[in-house]
C-alpha cells in the first residue's frame, strides 16, 4: 500500500491507464491489468469505450473480471462472439485505437523485447516471445505499454531482441518498414511515472511522475536519457469512486491485490 494506505501501486497504475481510454474509441486488451484498466474506463468516464478480447470478443459489457481473454464473461452482452482472427484482421484494417502490452524491455524509441535476454544462441532468460504484441504494436494506432518495474534492466540502451517495433530507428522508420502512417507507441506507464514520445524524435519523453517520485528516480532507473519537459506533471491519484469500482471489478484481488 502507499503511505495512506488507500490505495496500492496496482491500483494507482490502472486508474492512470484507465484515463488515457476516452469514449467512443477502441481497444485491444490483454488478460489481467489491461482488462481491469479498461472496465474501470468503461465504468466511469467511457461507457462507449468499445472493448476487444484477442479470444473474439466485441464490445461486451463485462460483469466481472475474467481471468483470461477466452473467458465466456467476455462475451457477455457483446457485440459479437468472433474469433482472433477477426480481431488481428479488425487491427490489420485500422479499426481498432488502442492496444495495450507490456514488455520485458524497452529502448528510447519504444521498441520491445519479450522474446530473450542476452545472446539468443546463449540466454539469460527465455521470455514468453511475441503471442499477438508484434500484431498490436504494428497495427493498432496507439499503443499503451504497462512496466510495473522500471529500472536500467527495463529501460535499457540496446534491446537483445526486438520483439514488438516502436518507432525503430527514429521519425519515419516505422513507415519505411511498411507500418500504418500515423501509429505507434503512445504511452508508457511504469511505477514511477508516465512517458508519451517527442514529436520531432520520437524519443521516450517524461509527461508525469506519480505522487512522492522525483525527476532524479526516473533518469536512476534508465539506462538511456529520458527527456524532461520544463513542466512535468503529477499523476493525479485515485478517487474513492474509482477505488470503490476497483474493488467491485475484482474482488478477489486477482490483480489488484489484496
Known amino acids: 500500500m502507499t503511505a495512506n494506505q488507500r490505495y496500492n501501486l496496482t491500483e494507482l497504475l ?4 484507465a484515463g488515457l481510454l476516452e469514449n467512443g474509441r477502441s481497444v485491444f486488451v490483454g488478460t489481467g491489468f489491461p482488462i481491469l484498466a479498461a472496465m474501470l474506463a468503461q465504468r466511469t468516464h467511457a461507457p462507449g469505450l468499445l472493448i476487444i478480447f484477442e479470444a473474439g470478443g466485441i464490445g461486451p459489457q463485462v460483469p466481472a473480471l475474467p481471468i483470461s481473454v477466452g473467458d465466456s464473461r467476455t462475451y457477455y452482452k457483446a457485440s459479437a462472439a468472433s474469433s482472433m482472427h477477426e480481431v488481428m ?6 479499426y481498432v485505437d488502442y492496444g495495450f502490452l507490456g514488455g520485458a ?8 523485447n519479450t522474446t530473450v535476454i542476452g545472446e539468443w544462441e546463449h540466454p539469460k532468460v527465455r521470455l514468453p516471445g511475441s503471442g499477438g ?3 498490436v504494436g504494428s497495427l493498432c494506432w496507439q499503443t499503451i505499454y504497462v512496466m510495473r518495474k522500471q529500472s536500467p534492466q ?8 526486438l520483439t514488438t517495433p516502436g518507432y ?5 522508420a516505422r513507415e519505411r518498414a511498411g507500418l500504418p ?15 508519451g514520445f517527442d514529436e520531432e524524435t520520437k524519443r521516450l519523453s517524461l509527461l508525469s511522475l506519480h505522487p512522492g517520485v522525483t525527476v532524479q528516480e526516473v533518469q536512476a532507473a534508465s539506462e538511456f536519457e529520458v527527456l524532461i519537459p520544463e513542466k512535468v506533471a503529477v499523476s493525479p491519484e485515485p478517487t474513492d469512486e474509482q477505488l470503490r469500482i476497483l474493488r467491485e471489478i475484482d474482488p478477489q484481488g486477482l490483480v489488484i491485490g489484496k
Not at 484482421?89 to 485500422?94: D, E, L, R, T, Y
Not at 502512417?181 to 512517458?195: D, F
Request: glycine share 14%; aromatic share 10%.
Open 14 to 17: 490502472a486508474c492512470v491507464a
Open 89 to 94: 484482421s479488425a487491427s490489420q484494417a485500422g
Open 105 to 112: 524491455a524497452m529502448d528510447c524509441y519504444g521498441n520491445v
Open 133 to 135: 504484441a508484434n500484431d
Open 154 to 161: 527495463t529501460f535499457v540502451k540496446k534491446l537483445d531482441f
Open 168 to 172: 525503430l530507428s527514429g521519425p519515419g
Open 181 to 195: 502512417a500515423g501509429s505507434g507507441p503512445y504511452r508508457v506507464i511504469t511505477q514511477l511515472g508516465v512517458y
